[in-house]
């Protein structure tokens, strides 16, 4: 994987969450590997979000992993938090570890397994930390690298937003694209299970993804998607999943091409970005519905419609926007706004 971005590109992970029975993780593996994907995944520790679920059957699960590195041959990864996790992996000759979104976004475990990991030569990738946070991303990767760990790679796996969103993590392209021209000969993977949290986003992020010029793909699969003991909405069948790459195009790297579809990310990315403002607004609007009926308000003030205009025209102007171009636009959200809030003192 330290070998120019081109000869490997796209480098393919694919396994399940998290390693649940042996016959679980050496079927989804054999599926994969006659499917051509070479390296394995599977979490043994799992970070999760509440006490009481399924969080991996740790050093149990090990064997599952040798058997599929030693019997398939395909390399095998996993996901470490603790300089103990470190020494269990590098004890079973794990190929490649990397380090979960929480543990990136926190400095002390990120040094404890740098330091756990001195003087060896094992593959590790860091994943972005859960906050959009670019220094600290680059932060964990600099500790790792000064502590001598020399073959790293980096996962773009979107980052917590408050609030909806179409994502269960957001991929703001903008971080990971800043990264690659921080630190342009680090590898950039882009895990779209974590980023989409829903099977039909795996291959339009994949394709986002490859369109951008990132090395590889990491995506979750699981013989029997429906039964995992985590992440299930995400996962896919090795079947699946060999159709969802079968579909990917991969582009030439070209930077015509590259520049104008990273440019198009980004207008897709703002515009998601309006629309869940939007959305936002509209539910502020309602809010404002359900006190103007218990205040017995009218809907239409006009005083504040002028105000809304008179402003945004201002801000408009400042931003070296259109100030006409700007109020024709709040013209129309205030148009809609005001339909919403009618419907909501009509109907309750
Ligand atoms: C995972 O890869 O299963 C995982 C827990 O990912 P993340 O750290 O990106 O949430
Ligand atoms: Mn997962």
């Not at 429906?226 to 030439?252: C, G, H, K």
């Not at 009218?298 to 402003?311: D, P």
């Amino acid at each position: 994987m330290n070998l120019p971005h081109e000869e490997y590109r796209p480098i393919l992970i694919a396994g399940p969450c998290a390693a649940e029975s042996e016959e679980q993780v050496f079927e989804t593996a054999k599926q994969l590997k006659e499917r051509g994907i070479n390296i394995f995944r599977a979490g043994i520790w799992k970070p999760r979000t509440k006490p009481g679920t399924f969080d991996g059957y740790g050093e149990q699960a090990m064997p599952w992993l040798l058997q599929v590195k030693n019997v398939l041959r395909m390399a095998v990864a996993t996901e470490v938090a603790t300089p103990e996790h470190v020494k269990c992996a590098l004890q079973g000759g794990v190929d490649i570890l990397w380090i979960g979104a929480r543990t990136t976004a926190n400095p002390f475990a990120v040094q404890q397994i740098a330091d756990a990991l001195r003087g060896t030569d094992v593959q590790v990738l860091v994943k972005n930390p859960i906050n959009p946070d670019l220094e600290l991303w680059i932060g964990a990767i600099e500790r790792l690298a000064n502590a001598g760990v020399h073959r790293l790679g980096a996962v773009h796996r979107g980052f917590s937003t408050y609030g909806q969103s179409i994502y269960r993590n957001s991929p703001m392209w903008k971080i990971p694209i800043e990264l690659r021209r921080r630190i342009p000969e680090l590898p950039i993977i882009c895990d779209p299970s974590h980023m989409g949290g829903k099977r039909e986003l795996v291959a339009p992020i994949s394709q986002q993804a490859m369109d951008m010029g990132f090395d590889g793909l990491m995506i979750e699969s699981h013989y029997k998607p429906d039964e995992a003991m985590s992440d299930s909405n995400q996962q896919v069948t090795p079947d699946v999943l060999a159709y969802i790459l079968s579909l990917l195009v991969i582009r030439e790297n070209t930077a015509s091409t590259e520049d104008i579809s990273l440019l198009r990310r980004k207008i897709d990315e703002i515009d998601i970005r309006l629309i869940e403002l939007l959305a936002r607004r509209m539910e502020v609007s309602r809010e404002v519905g359900q006190f103007k009926k218990e205040h017995n308000v009218s809907v239409l003030q006009t005083g504040r419609y002028n105000e809304i205009l008179e402003k945004r025209g201002e801000q408009a102007a400042s931003c070296g926007l259109g100030s006409e171009f700007v109020q024709s636009i709040f013209k129309l959200i205030h148009e809609e706004s005001v339909l919403q809030q009618t419907r909501f003192i009509n109907n309750k």
